[in-house]
């Protein structure tokens, strides 16, 4: 069976490398207590989402498989009746609406299937990483801060 490693950060990280240093590393560990490989579990967003994503696919042969999470902006499900109040919708920059809270939302799906482990590789406030990392904390899930090493 394989170890789910949540990687969470910033959507500008663009160190690909120390994001491929991090999971490797997580591999191996993983590896020496028993598990078959990763599943890299990401918000599907650009930045460290994006860079782990791709770390993945080349990683296969490893037995590094990859579950995406993405948000849903466009609308809200019945789970998020208590952020979610009438006209709390937000104007997107390029026009449209979108759900504030989906991130959120996402976040703790990620965090509610499991995981051995959470990368994070927050910049500057990173609020939906840190938002994340909180929420792993919560879970009884180590969380690894890399963004200090930026």
Do not use: K
Request: hydrophobic residues 35%.
């Amino acid at each position: 069976m394989s170890a789910r490693v949540i990687v969470t950060g910033s959507r500008v990280w663009s160190d690909a490398d120390a994001i491929g240093a991090a999971l490797l590393e997580a591999w191996h560990d993983a590896c020496q207590v028993g598990h078959d490989g990763i599943v890299v579990v990401h918000g599907a967003a650009p930045g460290a989402d994006s860079l782990a994503d791709l770390w993945a696919i080349g990683h296969r042969g490893l037995g590094v498989d990859r579950d995406p999470y993405p948000a849903d902006w466009s609308q809200c499900g019945p789970e998020c009746r208590p952020e979610c109040r009438p006209g709390h919708r937000r104007e997107r920059r390029g026009g449209g609406e979108y759900c504030p809270t989906a991130g959120h939302r996402r976040n703790q799906a990620m965090v509610d299937a499991g995981a051995l482990l959470c990368l994070a590789f927050p910049i500057g406030e990173s609020t939906g990483t840190r938002d994340c990392m909180r929420r792993a904390v919560a879970a009884g899930i180590p969380v690894r801060d890399l963004g200090a090493q930026r």
